[in-house]
């Protein structure tokens, strides 16, 4: 069944060119408008995704190809973006940057893959007409591509911006929808290559005001929204997601928690999603002002910024004695990336050393450059609570900690590493009785096994704790 769903693509000729912060000012234009947006980000981005999430009022869901088959990115806009008015997806880097010669994995490939409308910003500081040079070759380096806009940014003035307008006009026949100035007082500073995220700043609020009032003073929001509804149709009808039945005990649904904080927020809309279809109940655990762990029959730490956050966690040592006696008692718990380091026993920062919950003998070394960053492919070769031998994973990381081994101590590893850095660049996942601890992340979509395994062996945990309780 045809779907006629109004959207749009915001990319880029290369990274830092604007895109989250034009993209934040849209959707905030469109929702003052009162249009229901739904947001994408293309990429396995988390801190993107949060703004978007933030300044929607709605989940933001990645659309990633590595992570996802094209079937199941179509089939995740299709489903969450049904209850929307427009939505919005944020490319990642350069319009064609990939993963290969081909361009695998590009903004421009997700485009096609979804007949979206592209409109592309474009950084025109000390540039005029070579601007039309580069919006020219991007459409004859794709003649498949629909290249619907163009976004100027940092434009110095009206006759630069006239001089450049023109031109792409003119050459490309293609409209400019908008033309930014050089922009004084940024309210998105950047840190680990990316945008500070949401969550730690105080007045994120009056960032997405800014935003939206850049966009409405210097973008034709109504000509981008026009462009948006001529998208052409999709003709894939939603597919049931999730085959499983909820599972419940005596009427009761498992007990999942989920450590959410300024500390620990890095998850994908899906991961929660799928554990709450297979019926769990999710239970948000804040690891710095909580003063112990709540009953649970599995635990997920996803990653974040504990480094940002190190006083407080150290500080919170009654939550990570709970959590560490948890760990002992045989909880399953599941960490990726900054729950990894949370569970090791010291986390050092800024020539600063602070205790952490100390389930893994192993410290953690905050580096200034990254040790770690991009796609993983990991082989599960070793025994642990989640995944059987042999499976292949595909995930992300992203990190500036370096693993700190206790001398002689022997931590078994599950994973050998196929692509990415891991623990030491061959291998990752550290296991001690129900944990396992990785630096890379999964996506529920590409890979079911992930929430199956977790939800069994919270069954395990509550079978065992009723037969000890009968007993």
Do not use: C
């Given at each position: 069944?045809?779907?006629?769903?109004?959207?749009?693509?915001?990319?880029?000729?290369?990274?830092?060119?604007?895109?989250?912060?034009?993209?934040?000012?849209?959707?905030?234009?469109?929702?003052?408008?009162?249009?229901?947006?739904?947001?994408?980000?293309?990429?396995?981005?988390?801190?993107?995704?949060?703004?978007?999430?933030?300044?929607?009022?709605?989940p933001c869901y990645n659309l990633d190809p590595f992570l996802m088959?094209?079937?199941?990115?179509?089939?995740?806009?299709?489903?969450?973006?049904?209850?929307?008015?427009?939505?919005?997806?944020?490319?990642?880097?350069?319009?064609f940057d990939g993963l290969d010669l081909e361009g695998q994995c590009s903004t421009a490939e997700l485009a096609k893959t979804l007949?979206?409308?592209?409109?592309?910003?474009?950084?025109?500081?000390?540039?005029?007409?070579t601007a039309a040079a580069l919006i020219m070759g991007c459409q004859k380096f794709d003649p498949d591509l629909e290249i619907t806009g163009i976004i100027l940014n940092r434009v110095g003035g009206f006759r630069h911006q006239s001089l450049i307008r023109n031109s792409i006009e003119k050459y490309c026949d293609v409209p400019v929808v908008g033309a930014i100035p050089k922009l004084k007082g940024n309210m998105f500073p950047e840190r680990h290559m990316g945008l500070v995220p949401h969550i730690e700043r105080t007045?994120?609020?009056?960032?997405?005001?800014?935003?939206?009032?850049?966009?409405?003073?210097?973008?034709?929001?109504?000509?981008?929204r026009e462009i948006a509804c001529k998208a052409k149709a999709l003709h894939q009808s939603p597919?049931?997601?999730y085959h499983e039945?909820?599972?419940?005990?005596?009427?009761?649904?498992?007990?999942?928690?989920i450590i959410r904080d300024k500390a620990f927020w890095f998850y994908y809309p899906e991961n929660l999603d799928?554990?709450?279809?297979?019926?769990?109940?999710?239970?948000?655990?804040?690891?710095?002002?909580?003063?112990k762990l709540p009953e649970l029959d599995a635990l997920y730490i996803g990653g974040g910024f504990p480094e940002m956050q190190a006083h407080a966690l150290a500080s919170n040592s009654e939550f990570r004695t709970s959590l560490r006696l948890a760990i002992e008692r045989g909880l399953p718990v599941y960490a990726e990336c900054g729950g990894l380091i949370?569970?090791?026993?010291?986390?050092?920062?800024?020539?600063?050393?602070?205790?952490?919950?100390?389930?893994?003998?192993?410290k953690f070394l905050m580096e200034k450059k990254p040790q770690g960053h991009g796609y993983t492919v990991l082989e599960v070769c070793g025994e642990n609570p989640f995944y059987s031998p042999g499976t292949v994973l595909k995930g992300h990381e992203f990190h500036y900690s370096k693993p700190l081994p206790k001398a002689h101590a022997k931590i078994p590893s599950v994973f050998k590493v196929i692509r990415g850095q891991g623990l030491d660049g061959s291998s990752d996942g550290v296991v001690r009785k129900n944990l396992l601890a990785t630096y890379s992340h999964v996506h529920a979509r590409g890979n079911k096994l992930w929430g199956k395994g977790l939800f069994s062996a919270a069954i395990d945990f509550r079978k065992l704790g009723e037969k000890k309780f009968s007993e």
């Open positions: 069944m045809p779907a006629n769903l109004p959207r749009m693509i915001i990319s880029a000729l290369k990274g830092d060119s604007g895109k989250t912060m034009l993209s934040i000012g849209v959707v905030s234009a469109l929702r003052e408008k009162s249009y229901k947006v739904a947001t994408f980000k293309k990429g396995p981005d988390f801190i993107d995704a949060g703004w978007l999430s933030f300044v929607s009022a709605r088959t094209k079937e199941q990115i179509l089939n995740s806009f299709l489903v969450n973006s049904s209850t929307a008015d427009i939505s919005l997806i944020e490319g990642n880097r350069g319009l007949k979206t409308p592209v409109f592309i910003i474009v950084d025109v500081t000390m540039v005029t007409r007045y994120a609020a009056k960032a997405v005001e800014w935003a939206r009032k850049v966009v409405e003073e210097n973008v034709d929001l109504d000509r981008i597919q049931v997601e039945s909820p599972v419940t005990f005596g009427g009761k649904s498992l007990r999942i928690g799928h554990l709450r279809h297979m019926g769990a109940e999710l239970v948000e655990i804040n690891s710095m002002i909580d003063s949370y569970l090791g026993e010291d986390l050092i920062a800024d020539h600063k050393t602070y205790p952490m919950v100390g389930a893994i003998p192993m």
